[in-house]
């Protein structure tokens, strides 16, 4: 059996060191998303986050500059964490189903990541309008990024003819966000359950949105032909 080198434990070490470090930047960042979430920006102290990720406060500054960076990298990690949590799902969606039932997917999706899996989502949501624009300016450059998977969705939807004629849909577009959104403002568990949640608001963009011949639920692309039209969504 061949010896191990004696360089190998320094290796290790090293690596053992640096991914201590990484968790400890993690530990970090889940503390400053659960008390952004609950206390919003004005109301976020380093002492709280620290306290939360059960180390001292000075310990933070090794990893981030100051409360502004940490607080940054929360609010495009909750923007830019929820959009690849989507894409994952969508990308799971067998070809069959249809552009409008592509839709009630991301609708279940983005509520399941925003009210269950992440406070880095909550946190983004509510305190979007709150912190300075130089704060915020990635975070709106991830927010474009995943705005543009819905814009996908609904041209998708539209083009098998599947939406109401009647409306503009970039207007139809923020709307549905803004009101998934404004859920994090309001639910809990004592106002229902997510499942509920989930089912009443796929039913209202379904009948919101959707053309009355539009089809049930797991409607088919077959059959369909596509359409062009000038309505507003690009690509």
Known sequence: MARKSRAQPVADD??????????TRQRILDAAAHVLSVKGYS??????????????????????GSREDLIEEVMW???????RH??????????????????????EAHLRHELELSDYATAAIRNSGQVPDHIRARQMAEDANY???WRRLIKDADAEKQLR??????????????????????WTPRRGSLETVIRTAQSMIR??????????????RRNRSPRHTGRGVKA
């Open 77 to 83: 990690s909750g923007v830019a964490e929820m959009r």
């Open 207 to 220: 009948h919101g949105i959707g053309a009355p011949d539009a089809g049930s639920e797991h409607t088919t």
């Open 165 to 186: 004629t009647d409306m503009d849909l970039p207007i139809a577009q923020m709307l549905i966000m803004g009101s998934l959104n404004w859920a994090a403002e309001w």
């Open 86 to 107: 989507v894409e994952e799902v969508l990308e799971q969606v067998s070809s069959d189903v249809s552009p409008l039932d592509r839709i009630l997917v991301a609708v």
């Open 43 to 64: 109301g976020t102290r380093l002492s709280d986050v620290a306290e939360y990720a059960e180390l001292q406060a000075p310990a933070i500054y090794y990893y981030f």
């Open 14 to 23: 090293a690596q053992s060191a640096e991914s201590k470090s990484a968790r």
């Open 147 to 149: 705005g543009a998977i």
